[in-house]
Structures are given as structure tokens and as C-alpha cells.
Antibody
Framework: EVQLVESGGGLVQPGGSLRLSCAAS????????MHWVRQAPGKGLECVSA????????YYASAVEGRFTLSRDNSKNTLYLQMGSLRAEDMAVYYC???????????????WGQGTLVTVSS | DIQMTQSPSTLSASVGDRVTITCRAS??????LAWYQQKPGKAPKFLIY???SLESGVPSRFSGSGSGTEFTLTITSLQPDDFATYYC?????????FGQGTKVEIK
């Protein structure tokens, strides 16, 4: 069974940093592109960042470019999102999601984690 | 960026109704469109890809159609489990963008 389990969310002050993790199991993690998608409270879905199966290519939304860094450790089946210079508008539930196409970085997403809440507040 | 616009934003319907949600793209996306269902407090669930291909395990009362800039998600006979918010997503080009969502509520 495919499972994606996010962790690392919490309360952080504006300007602070946080690292999210997504532990994957039930599939060959190194064969799939992975994404982070966020959802602000009461709002819609927004693609934040994506990484190819081997980590060679990464994409970032313009809203987080230069502040967030995406990485993966295929030996640990884990995806990471290092978030810095956090702003109030970054407050959201962050989901990791698997790309249906395997090594193809494009969506759609066939599996999602349960999400982890990031709260940015002083 | 490609803008995705869903209509309506909210839809009131009864069990057994036929429901149609529209998603329009600001430019042609061929058939590179997916649909998701989301219930409160839960992660989205993948329903349809390539505009009309049903994901495995999704009930056949769900169907998708369209190409270019106009797409529809149809639920032929609404069931109690279908009351949720539905999102479309284009994946023809980065940044991949979602519609704002359509909430299907009980009439």
C-alpha cells in the first residue's frame, strides 16, 4: 500500500524556518517525481515545488522561489522541503504528492499524504 | 501562467441528481486536465486524468470530457459520499495550476 506521511509542521514566527519531511513507503520511491502542494485555510490548492525522480530537476512556485529548497533522499525514501523567511501567506496545510507518471515530473497526483499544518504567526 | 476557472463555485443538489461542473482554461491545454475530490480536513482524492480517463477504483458515475479550453466533470447520480469540493488542474505547462474549486452541497 502506497503511503506518504508528512511531518515537521508547526508554529513558526514570521521570518523563521521550518523543514518538512515526507516519508514514502509501498512503492519504489526513486522511480517517481514528487511534489509539494499547499492549501491555505479555507482556500484552494497551490503547487509549491516539484522534483524529478533522481533529484536532477526542481521547480518552485514564484511565491516561494529563493526561500524554499526541495530535496530528496532516495536511500531513505524521504522528500524534504526546507522553508525559510516564512511569511504569513505561507501558512497552510502542506501535502506531499506522488506524480502519476513516475519519472515524468508533471502532475496529476495519484497519491497524497495527509498533510502537515504550517502556522506562521508571532 | 494558465488560469483555470471553475463554475459554479457552489452547487446545491440532491441525492440522485445529475451534476455537471465546468472548468475553463485561459489557453488551450489539449487534454492535460485532472480532477480531484476533497472532503473537509482530508487530502484531495484523484479522480480523472487526461480529461476523461477514470482513475482505477473511482466509481463509474464520475466522468470527464472536453479538450482545448473547456472541460466538464459529470456525476450521473449523486450519492451521499459525493458531497465534497472538486478541483480541476491543468498539467500542460509549468506552473501547474488548479481551479478555485466547486463545492457540491446538499440541497
Amino acid at each position: 500500500e502506497v503511503q506518504l506521511v508528512e511531518s515537521g509542521g508547526g508554529l513558526v514566527q514570521p521570518g523563521g524556518s521550518l523543514r518538512l519531511s515526507c516519508a514514502a513507503s509501498g512503492f519504489t520511491f526513486s522511480s517517481y517525481a514528487m511534489h509539494w502542494v499547499r492549501q491555505a485555510p479555507g482556500k484552494g490548492l497551490e503547487c509549491v515545488s516539484a522534483i524529478t525522480s533522481n533529484g536532477g530537476r526542481k521547480y518552485y512556485a514564484s511565491a516561494v522561489e529563493g526561500r524554499f529548497t526541495l530535496s530528496r533522499d532516495n536511500s531513505k525514501n524521504t522528500l524534504y522541503l526546507q522553508m525559510g523567511s516564512l511569511r504569513a501567506e505561507d501558512m497552510a496545510v502542506y501535502y506531499c504528492a506522488r506524480a502519476l507518471g513516475g519519472s515524468n515530473i508533471n502532475p496529476p497526483y495519484d497519491y497524497w499524504g495527509q498533510g502537515t499544518l504550517v502556522t506562521v504567526s508571532s | 501562467d494558465i488560469q483555470m476557472t471553475q463554475s459554479p463555485s457552489t452547487l446545491s443538489a440532491s441525492v440522485g441528481d445529475r451534476v455537471t461542473i465546468t472548468c475553463r482554461a485561459s489557453q488551450s491545454i489539449s487534454s492535460w486536465l485532472a480532477w480531484y475530490q476533497q472532503k473537509p480536513g482530508k487530502a484531495p482524492k484523484f479522480l480523472i486524468y487526461y480529461a476523461s480517463s477514470l482513475e482505477s477504483g473511482v466509481p463509474s458515475r464520475f466522468s470527464g470530457s472536453g479538450s482545448g479550453t473547456e472541460f466538464t466533470l459529470t456525476i450521473t447520480s449523486l450519492q451521499p459520499d459525493d458531497f465534497a469540493t472538486y478541483y480541476c488542474q491543468q498539467y500542460t505547462s509549468y506552473p501547474w495550476t488548479f481551479g478555485q474549486g466547486t463545492k457540491v452541497e446538499i440541497k
